[in-house]
């Protein structure tokens, strides 16, 4: 059974939503605090998480970067009494999949989590990164940039699973290292790290897109596609 987290600090909207998506065959934990969401999140998994972007001991922000950073494949959906643009961009820059803004018609917002469920099965199903320039197919470990074939190690394609999985998130080396290391079951080493990052950086950018961005004293994030011109 699909498992939803939803973090709103309103009773009422919490357990109305909790209500509808019971009876739409979701299971659902409902949490009030950041607090009570991290104790939810600890040991547990969830298909994906609800989250109100103001909540009473903090912010939604910072816990869908938790999310994001703990468990990569969970889908985050944003509630906001805000609808400014700025607002937005802050809550997809942190890895949000969707914004609904309050007051939402509780159909809409059934409507949007069940495309949403819909969009990443499909995707899990296929295990397959399509940006419509760069194609990543990680079953078959093949990839190619607008049609030209490239050619990764299976070392490359674990990092780059993490990436694509974490777009514009920050990861620190030591994220990195901690998941490369258990895709693998062997250590990882710093050194290893930096070779890995800098050879699939040369085989993206020869073709003039910067994909991965350092940040310097931190780590690095996936930015997806940006033109270095």
Same mark, same amino acid.
């Given at each position: 059974m699909i498992k939803i987290l939803i973090v709103e600090d309103d009773m009422v909207l919490n357990q109305t939503l909790a209500f509808?998506?019971?009876?739409? @065959?979701?299971?659902?934990?409902s949490a009030y605090t950041m607090e009570q969401a991290r104790g939810e999140l600890? @040991?547990? +998994?969830?298909?994906?998480?609800? $989250?109100?972007?103001?909540?009473?001991?903090g912010s939604g922000l910072d816990l869908c970067r938790q999310i994001k950073v703990s468990t990569a494949g969970t889908p985050v959906?944003? $509630?906001?009494?805000?609808?400014?643009?700025?607002?937005?961009?802050r809550g997809y820059e942190v890895g949000a999949d969707d914004y609904i803004t309050k007051p939402f018609p509780v159909s809409v917002f059934q409507k949007k989590v069940a495309a949403l469920l819909n969009m990443i099965s499909k995707k899990?199903?296929?295990?397959?990164?399509?940006?419509? +320039?760069l194609q990543i197919d990680y079953d078959k470990l093949t990839a190619n940039i607008s049609g030209e074939p490239l050619a990764f190690t299976p070392m490359e394609f674990r990092m780059l699973k993490v990436f694509t999985d974490n777009p514009k998130i920050l990861l620190t080396r030591q994220v990195?290292?901690?998941k490369l290391w258990d895709a693998d079951e062997k250590f990882v080493d710093e050194h290893t790290l930096t070779a890995t990052v800098s050879r699939i950086r @040369?085989?993206?950018?020869?073709? @003039?897109?910067?994909y991965i961005k350092t940040v310097y004293g931190?780590?690095?994030m996936w930015v997806g596609e940006k033109d270095e011109g």
């Open positions: 509808n998506l019971k009876m739409a @065959g979701y299971q659902v934990i600890t @040991g547990s +998994r969830f298909d994906l998480a609800v $989250l109100d972007v103001n909540l009473p001991d959906v944003f $509630l906001t009494a805000n609808n400014l643009e700025s607002d937005m961009i899990d199903k296929q295990n397959i990164f399509n940006n419509g +320039r990195l290292l901690e @040369g085989k993206l950018e020869e073709h @003039g897109y910067v931190m780590g690095y």
